[in-house]
């Protein structure tokens, strides 16, 4: 499995982005697809997941509200889409693709198996 992220940029607060990834190889329905987030001097966070079909979607709680998952299936792509950005989502994304990662830990970045390149997301006040 191979990911490509894109999508990233500058927007102002309150601003929408859409980040997108972008998948090749044999992906199976329950294969847990999550964004993870990476801002300059913190850890990786949790940002949102579901499975590759699209159901059972997580948010963490500071992107409720503003975040949601959507999927392209004629272009095996998952998308991101960000509403009322924030200077705070400033971060680097990532998507990921667990094989077998249980519903309790979906937050957890160690239980994915596939990562993209990550895309900068940038949002000024």
């Known amino acids: 499995v191979q990911l490509q992220t894109s999508g990233g940029g500058l927007v102002q607060a309150g601003g929408s982005l859409r980040l997108s990834c972008a998948a090749s190889?044999?992906?199976?329905?329950?294969?847990?697809m999550g964004w993870f987030r990476q801002a300059p001097g913190k850890e990786r966070e949790f940002v949102a997941s579901s499975h590759w079909s699209g159901s059972i979607t997580y948010l963490a709680d500071s992107v409720k509200g503003r975040f949601t998952i959507s999927r392209d299936n004629a272009k095996n792509t998952v998308y991101l889409q960000m509403n009322n950005l924030k200077p705070e989502d400033t971060a680097v994304y990532y998507c990921a693709i667990g094989v077998n990662t249980p519903p309790a830990k979906v937050k957890v970045s160690n239980e994915y198996d596939y990562w993209g390149q990550g895309t900068l997301v940038t949002v000024s006040s």
């Open positions: 190889g044999r992906l199976f329905s329950w294969y847990r």
